[in-house]
């Protein structure tokens, strides 16, 4: 079997297509902001509501790495434009909780579901053994991307 290896300086295709799929996430979601009135930081806290739910704002910072004074700033931001609400936590009467708007979340997802369901098409053309190795590249370049991060393993 031939070595699939390129050279000094050389990068594999599948190296320049994984960078073209980053960079086209970037434009996405870049996309998606616009159409929902807000820059990228803010779309960021809005991906975490939709996907976990409400959240505090301690929390928001915390997964955004930002100050909480900076997290106050996109809630209120969100908040302004009708994205979330601020409610009462229900544990913590001192606390509260930012609570995505359920229309802002079928914004969202009317733009997301198509591309997940699209990828998740893509791997019907590949057998079992194929969409495993699929698979297990994809985890070995999650790992690799881990590496890079200050806190293996917090993404």
């Known amino acids: 079997m031939q070595d699939?290896?390129?050279?000094?300086?050389?990068?594999?295709?599948?190296?320049?297509?994984?960078?073209?799929?980053?960079?086209l996430t970037v434009q996405l979601e870049s996309d998606i902001g616009s159409e929902l009135?807000?820059?990228?930081?803010?779309?960021?806290a809005?991906?975490?509501l939709v996907m976990s739910g409400p959240l505090s704002p301690t929390e928001i910072a915390r997964r955004l790495d930002v100050t909480t004074a900076a997290a106050t700033v996109i809630v209120d931001r969100l908040v302004a434009v009708g994205h979330v609400s601020r409610q009462p936590h229900p544990r913590d009467r001192r606390g509260v909780l930012v609570v995505p708007a359920p229309a802002s979340i079928d914004r969202a997802m009317a733009r997301i579901l198509p591309l997940i369901a699209g990828v998740d098409r893509a791997l019907d053309g590949f057998d079992d053994d194929q969409q495993a190795a699929i698979t297990e590249y994809l985890r070995?370049?999650?790992?690799?991307?881990?590496?890079q991060l200050p806190n293996p393993g917090a993404a």
């Open 4 to 23: 699939k290896r390129t050279g000094p300086g050389e990068v594999r295709e599948a190296s320049m297509l994984l960078r073209q799929v980053l960079d």
């Open 37 to 44: 009135d807000v820059n990228r930081r803010d779309f960021e």
């Open 46 to 48: 809005m991906q975490q």
């Open 140 to 147: 070995c370049v999650v790992g690799v991307y881990q590496e």
